[in-house]
């Protein structure tokens, strides 16, 4: 069981996120919570912080033109959105994100959408080179209000074992 808080002193209390390296077992699955909307400025903002100058993501009209009918949620955002939805069950107290392999991106995602995430956890091993820490690999899916999957990812991340992470070690964090 994860808990949620530290004490700190004498009836005084920290709330924490995150797993330890130690807290992972293979086949758990967080589902994450809450939920989030996507609203079409979350879209254009995005769009136009990564410079992504596709008219399908922001021309009302051209993407009335298309399969779709409408403006389609940039994938990038969709993706940034799942893992920023996992950091609090996953990669909280994570050291360094390693990599991402196998994106899929398997259905469209419009504005008004609901998405919401889970992750399941694949692998993990003790570093070779960094005693304690472990790298844990999950596969994170997104799924609309429908159910509908819309994308899926594996991740893998270098993470602290219990009482080598920074908020352990360091006193005000």
């Given at each position: 069981m994860v808990q949620n808080w530290k004490e700190i002193g004498p009836q005084r209390y920290r709330e924490?996120?995150?797993?330890?390296?130690?807290?992972?077992?293979?086949?758990?699955?967080?589902?994450?919570?809450?939920?989030?909307?996507?609203?079409?400025?979350d879209n254009h903002l995005f769009t136009l912080l990564t410079l992504n100058t596709h008219p399908l993501h922001f021309d009302a009209e051209f993407g009335k033109g298309t399969e779709f009918k409408q403006n389609?949620?940039?994938?990038?955002?969709?993706?940034?959105?799942l893992i920023g939805m996992s950091v609090s069950d996953v990669s909280q107290k994570t050291i360094a994100n390693l990599g991402m392999d196998e994106v899929k991106f398997t259905a469209p995602v419009?504005?008004?959408?609901?998405?919401?995430?889970?992750s399941e956890v694949l692998e993990k091993r003790e570093?070779?080179?960094?005693?304690?820490?472990?790298?844990?690999?999950?596969?994170?899916t997104g799924k609309n209000q429908r159910g509908k999957t819309v994308c899926s990812f594996k991740r893998s991340m270098l993470i602290p074992a219990r009482g080598q992470?920074?908020?352990?070690t360091v006193g005000h964090y």
């Open positions: 924490t996120f995150g797993r330890y390296y130690d807290d992972f077992v293979i086949g758990d699955v967080y589902e994450h919570r809450p939920g989030k909307t996507v609203l079409e400025s389609l949620v940039v994938s990038s955002y969709t993706l940034s959105l419009f504005a008004g959408d609901t998405l919401y995430g889970e570093s070779k080179s960094r005693p304690g820490q472990g790298i844990v690999t999950v596969r994170t992470a920074v908020e352990d």
